[in-house]
């Protein structure tokens, strides 16, 4: 998850709308919930949170910060760049195994997956971590500490996660903490960049895993709670000619010339169409091209993001870029005095769905109780996180941090710091129990399991 | 020298004028003026020719052959990349020395300039080639034989040229030849890309060596004869914002925005500027900038070749350039809808100057003269190359070949064959005699120098 600074929190609604009237609407709507929250969540979690074997729980996440700190530092200085985090997800699937998983698998993706069986098991419970950092391969991982801080490439971002999903579970063992639910925590493969949520895709694929909750940890922190999936659409448009001698050929098609072009075309619709409405975004981020200032480029690339909470939204940007591409290739074939035309390649590099998990729904409800319980105030976000995937498909889900505090995400200086960092393993295994159910046989006293 | 495919011979004229009056007008003048060529000049040729003591120069380059290829190999193997020609220069400056120039010095810049003086010394007569290749630092350069062909990177573009020139001296000194003017054998450094005929321009500088006749050895063959230079303006142009989050920061500046702006403004306005008149080229060559998909860029840079034989066209085209990126900017930080505004950077990285020597001018007319003495066909030429810088001066200069047959300049498979390579070297000479005057001494029977 990379941090995005415009946070849905209730103070800070108007950020998200650029119409009056809508922001009116949707801020007074958005309190009177939050303020309204359905005394039964509240109750739920009092109920769940004075249990002795919950209590044990809480304790042992503090007693346990010296190996929690352990298991960071192993995991973190096991480097996981994109599509390659074999390596990680071995030694993760060991450590849930040890920690008392019932079963611990590794999916064709490199998903790890380790099961903890509830007591009816007719109902299952996802708590996830992702795998994968957006850092390349030969990144320097080595853990340097100053003071209490931590500073390494992926620290926070997600193997504070994978840490505190670890603990949860040793917790929940350690207290003999039993659920209704099954529960699978799960380090998934592919969050990052070009991963493109390919590890919750997989696991979540038709004829996958059946899940009926889905809570992300991605995140520092005990506030966010993301229940709005952003969604984003991603492109590499590639024009290519023959390329040749800047003077002797000239009159040939120029790859950059169509590819100015489409830049031109699309930012100027694009702009029109992101000024009224749901926040819309785009850019063109990455661009490139050419061997020597005195060829006619080949080719020419440019790699575009466009973002949204709305579907329709992204949408209508995305058909604006289709159109400048065609428009211009046209456009530029036609100006050539010389040779053969060029062509385009329009590749989708990403697709994250948008959508979101209503307000109402009993996992947002459920994590806006527990933030209170612990006193924390809920933010309630919108981000591209592993939740979009179940969001999307009607799963309910939500993204909620790991505790702590940390910085520099997508950063080589990123740092984490462990200011009372288990109250985000107490604030997942809060919400986790509401949404698995705690078992009676909890705290020894019920059947083996 | 880049040997670009528009070639001005007299039959493949019409590739340069896409008007047809023009056509007409143009190949007819020069057809007249190029059989019209002055009988002094060929008679002058011809008396040169037959003297005893160039006709031994002459079997003394076909006896030096074996020679001449060794100091062909010594000096490609020497890497010589742009900016870094210190390590060639050092060598070529000894060899020049053993060959028996009268004074060799290496300049600031690393030319190499050998000095054999003329009787009179009251002119003085320039033969060039240059020192420095295209390809970078770590490039190999070793020879590799193939039947009778040598390739290398280099090996033609104009490691050939150096070992002529280096040739000529040879045969001057060992047949006894005395000119009246001074001749200085040079190697230049910085004749490629971004060199920008740094190391003419330092030469001629203000201040620097009074040159009255100026001769660059670049190319193959014994046809061509550069007369007009081929004038270019380069530009890197850079646009600058703040960057951050496509989704969190959206709504700043984009330098990419604001590049395909510039891109499609110049090329629209400079597609039209150059479908009439003198050929007149433009070309967005290399482009680049940003870091990630998801992150709006802080900068976007483009590199920009532009080309014409009219320094009036030439201007006209940069106009255009500097008026789109202007128009580009001011457009971009109007659609801003936060942060700081957009800056650009307009970097001028090449000037070549245009013009030409004209076809009456005693220098191209010997060279005429010369090239018609040994049975093949002048080509009149437009080109970029060394000659470019006297000839803006207003120093009568030309560029031509260095024998022998070669091809794929600037690229790794670089090869050149010695088919009667030295009928380059008789040619050079019998152009620098007409240039310098050959001296009564020649032979031997003279004082010595």
Chains 1, 2 share one sequence.
């Not at 100015?260 to 619709?269: D, L, Q, V, W």
């Not at 209508?316 to 036609?334: F, H, I, S, T």
Request: cysteine-free; hydrophobic content about 35%; aromatic content about 6%.
């Amino acid at each position: 998850m990379k941090p995005i600074s415009a946070l849905l929190t209730l103070s800070f609604l108007p950020v998200f709308f650029s119409s009056q009237q809508l922001l009116a609407q949707q801020t007074s709507a958005q309190t009177s919930q939050t303020s309204a929250i359905d005394k039964r969540y509240t109750d739920e979690v009092k109920a769940i949170a004075e249990q002795p074997a919950v209590k044990k729980a809480f304790q042992i996440f503090i007693d346990l910060e010296p190996q929690t700190k352990q298991d960071h530092i192993t995991l973190t200085e096991i480097p996981s760049p994109p599509f390659k985090e074999a390596a990680r997800a071995k030694k993760y699937a060991a450590m849930m195994k040890e920690a008392g998983a019932d079963s611990v698998w590794i999916d064709d993706v490199n998903n790890v997956i380790a099961k903890r069986k509830g007591r009816s098991g007719k109902k299952t419970v996802v708590v996830e971590s992702h795998l994968d950092t957006v850092f390349p391969e030969g990144t320097d991982v080595k853990i340097k500490q100053k003071g209490d801080t931590l500073y390494a490439p992926g620290i926070g971002d997600d193997t504070r996660g994978l840490t505190a999903i670890l603990a949860v579970l040793k917790g929940m063992e350690k207290a003999s903490i039993e659920t209704d639910a099954d529960v699978l925590f799960v380090g998934a493969v592919g969050e990052e960049g070009l991963g493109d949520l390919r590890g919750v895709k997989h696991l979540l694929r038709k004829g996958g895993l059946k899940v009926d909750s889905y809570i992300a940890v991605d995140g520092d922190g005990i506030s966010s709670i993301v229940h709005r999936g952003l969604g984003s659409h991603r492109y590499r448009v590639t024009f290519k000619g023959p390329g040749g001698h800047s003077y002797g050929s000239f009159g040939i098609v120029n790859p950059h010339s169509a590819a100015g072009k489409a830049i031109y075309y699309f930012t100027t619709e694009a702009d029109k169409a992101t000024r009224q409405g749901v926040k819309t975004t785009y850019s063109v981020s990455v661009i490139g091209g050419g061997t020597s200032v005195n060829a006619i480029p080949y080719e020419s690339w440019m790699e575009i993001d466009m973002r949204s909470e709305s579907p329709d939204k992204l949408n209508e940007v995305d058909q604006l870029l289709q159109a400048a591409v065609q428009r211009a290739l046209k456009e530029e074939n036609g100006l050539k005095r010389q040779g053969p035309d060029l062509t385009v390649d329009v590749k989708k590099i990403g697709d994250r769905p948008s959508g979101k998990t209503d307000i109402t729904a009993p996992i947002v409800q459920r994590a806006i109780a527990v933030t209170k319980y612990m006193k924390a105030e809920p933010q309630l976000d919108v981000a591209s996180t592993n939740a979009n995937t179940p969001i999307a498909l009607g799963i309910p889900a939500i993204t909620i941090g790991s505790g702590g505090i940390g910085g520099g995400e997508h950063a080589l200086n990123e740092w984490w710091l462990n200011d009372k960092g288990y109250l985000g393993m107490q604030r997942i295994l809060l919400v986790l129990l509401t949404e698995a159910g705690l078992d009676k046989g909890t705290g020894g006293s019920g059947v083996k399991r």
